[in-house]
């Protein structure tokens, strides 16, 4: 899985892409750990180009949720994918996760119209264990 952090704004966007992996899942609590650590209040979390998800990543969603109400913040999601949403609503988390078409509808919703993108400008790879490790 890869992550892309974009700024608009007060808004951090974390765009994820790829297929759900150990490594990657980690890479997202860390995300989302950092970008609140470092005083973010506003949080996207966008699943348009995954192609796949576990309860991991349900789990992490739910992490970083509570992390953001603890400084009275809000993260929401953009673009899930179909399956992913329809588990989430499943499961009775939709009460804790607003869900939106695509950045631009989310950025909206913070009152950041427009939003023109600012940060990362790169997609970020999860740090993977070297294949000689351990030999």
């Not at 180009?49 to 400084?71: D, G, P, Q, Y």
Request: charged share 20%; hydrophobic share 40%.
């Amino acid at each position: 899985m890869r992550i892309e952090r974009k700024t608009a704004g007060s808004v951090t966007i974390l765009a994820c892409a790829g297929t759900l992996d150990d490594y990657g899942m980690r890479a997202l609590g860390e995300k989302t750990g950092a970008v609140v650590g470092a005083g973010c209040h506003r949080l996207v979390v966008n699943f348009g180009e995954m192609n796949s998800f576990n309860s991991t990543l349900l789990a992490n969603l739910i992490t970083a949720s509570h992390r953001m109400k603890a400084v009275a913040g809000e993260l929401v999601v953009a673009a899930a994918p179909s399956p992913l949403q329809k588990t989430i609503e499943t499961l009775g988390l939709n009460k804790m996760f607003k869900f939106f078409p695509d950045d631009r509808a989310a950025l909206a919703y913070f009152g950041e119209e427009g939003g023109d993108f600012t940060g990362s400008g790169g997609w970020l790879e999860p740090p993977r264990p070297s294949d000689s490790a351990g030999a």
